[in-house]
């Protein structure tokens, strides 16, 4: 059994007898305190032009084939690549095809135009790939259904706060700090190159008004391993309209400070922290946009059995969290190791998870057979570890959907579950769907358990508890 804990909410609910990991809801005070069409990564630039190929006598030359555009498919779509250029002219050859079109971004880039026709000779060979958006990463999946409302970047032609006046030095954490306090739209006037701000302290954002931060795919926020990036900590829960969006956008380094250690007791009681939540993002009753982001080196507390989110933590959302075209590397937490929802639904769209871990161990149970202590009303058994990649728990009908996902080389910790996907449907009413997805080399234990469909294993990358999956035209490793 497991119980999930607020001054205003106690909510029980029953887990799964073999691995339900524990929900821990605590009052604003309690916690932290500091707490369509496809759209995806940045316009990916074009491949270098095709090289003409070397005169042919009578051949017909084709022209060089398009450079793919970056992984990630910006708003306006990925930049063709450029056009091959024909051979040099042979001896009574032909005219050489028209190079072909180049493709957009990976999530939903325009297809650029085709080469112009080459003048005989042998083919010219294709143009490189491009480089991509904000994350420069390849998501090589792509979801093929049409995505739903709410998944397009949002408009900053009319910006609330401008940070800077033109020039990189004008572009401080003071500016930046007093635009995310007001919220509305921010947008970013920093040159034509890419720009570091440094985060001194946790950017506050405020809770009763939508705001919008857009990079322009130029701007990195760099907690220093030192600072939460950013904080939207409403005191409800599940009720707030207000929507954070975060797009064109790279947060690296943002790192928790945790404060309430857990009462020592003999393992396997659990060892750790309560509190230390989402190393570059902390959101309660907010609902969460993420659109071309990158995510990178971020870590939440390393130890405990509630605790997680490397990157985004997101507690007791109304609407949910929606990611679309987004790269997550590197970021580890206890749990969650890039992205965590406790009573929040997960819907994520052609992006790439890898090589991001759950640091804590021994899943998370309330046993008192095995510990006496008492730890968040429960006698809690195993500090953490679920949840590599991603990492959603609660009830509510609070579902988990996947499509066009890269989730590869992630790892759980030791004794732990998911490490690709960890969903725990309390009370069984949350469904999974993964949907043109790759979902491999990703270590940890596995479970599934559903109360409906026919799918009913998921393979070894999954811990889950779920009213009922569907995976369709999808490679989930172990999976029969």
């Not at 005989?120 to 790939?129: A, I, N, V």
């Not at 570091?196 to 926020?221: E, F, K, S, Y």
């Not at 491999?440 to 596995?446: H, I, M, Q």
């Amino acid at each position: 059994m497991s119980r999930v804990l607020d001054h205003r909410y106690a909510v029980w609910v029953l887990g799964a007898a073999a691995a339900c990991s524990s929900a821990n809801i605590m009052s604003g005070s309690d916690r932290d305190g500091s707490i369509g069409a496809d759209t995806g990564g940045a316009q990916g630039g074009g491949g270098a032009p095709a090289s003409g190929g070397t005169t042919g006598t009578g051949g017909a030359g084709a022209g060089g084939t398009s450079g793919s555009g970056g992984p990630t498919g910006g708003a306006g779509g990925g930049t063709a690549g450029a056009s091959g250029a024909g051979g040099n002219p042979g001896t009574g050859g032909i005219g050489g095809t028209s190079g072909a079109s180049g493709s957009g971004g990976a999530t939903g880039g325009r297809s650029g135009t085709g080469g112009s026709t080459g003048t005989g000779g042998s083919t010219g060979t294709g143009g490189s790939t491009g480089t991509g958006g904000s994350s420069g990463r390849t998501i090589p999946t792509h979801c093929n259904s049409t995505l739903p409302a709410g998944t397009q970047p949002a408009d900053v032609s009319h910006p609330t706060t401008v940070v800077g006046t033109g020039a990189a030095a004008s572009c401080t954490f003071a500016a930046l700090n007093a635009a995310a306090i007001k919220g509305g739209v921010v947008t970013f006037a920093c040159g034509s190159a890419p720009v570091t701000i440094p985060v001194a302290a946790t950017l506050i954002l405020p809770t009763g008004t939508d705001t919008v931060i857009d990079g322009g795919n130029l701007i990195t926020l760099d907690g220093q391993n030192a600072v939460r990036i950013m904080s939207f900590n409403h005191g409800d829960f599940m009720k707030n309209n207000a929507r954070l969006t975060l797009q064109h956008l790279t947060l690296v380094n943002g790192k928790t400070t945790p404060t309430q250690k857990i009462p020592p007791a003999p393992a396997p009681c659990s060892q750790g922290w309560n509190d230390g939540e989402g190393g570059a993002l902390y959101m309660r009753d907010g609902n969460l946009t993420v659109i071309d982001c990158t995510f990178s080196h971020n870590q939440a507390a390393p130890l405990g059995p509630d605790t997680g989110g490397g990157a985004i933590y997101v507690l007791g959302s109304k609407s949910g969290v929606i990611i679309v075209g987004s790269v997550f590397t590197n970021n580890t937490a206890s749990n969650a190791g890039a992205v965590g929802g406790l009573f929040a639904q997960l819907a994520i769209y052609n992006s790439l998870f890898q090589d991001n871990r759950a640091t804590g161990n021994g899943a998370n149970s309330d046993d008192a057979s095995k510990c006496s202590a008492i730890n968040n009303g429960q006698h809690e058994v195993g500090s953490g570890g679920n949840g590599a990649a991603i990492y959603q728990d609660g009830g509510n009908a609070t579902n988990v959907i996947l499509c066009g996902d890269d989730i590869v080389n992630n790892a759980a910790g030791v004794g732990a579950f998911g490490g690709g996907v960890f969903m725990t449907s309390n009370d069984f009413s949350g469904t999974l769907t993964v949907q043109d997805s790759i979902i491999t080399g990703n270590t940890g234990g596995s479970w599934t358990q559903v109360k409906e469909g026919s799918v009913t294993n998921l393979g070894t990358a999954f811990g889950v508890n779920a009213k009922s999956a569907t995976v369709q035209s999808s490679t989930l490793q172990g999976m029969r």
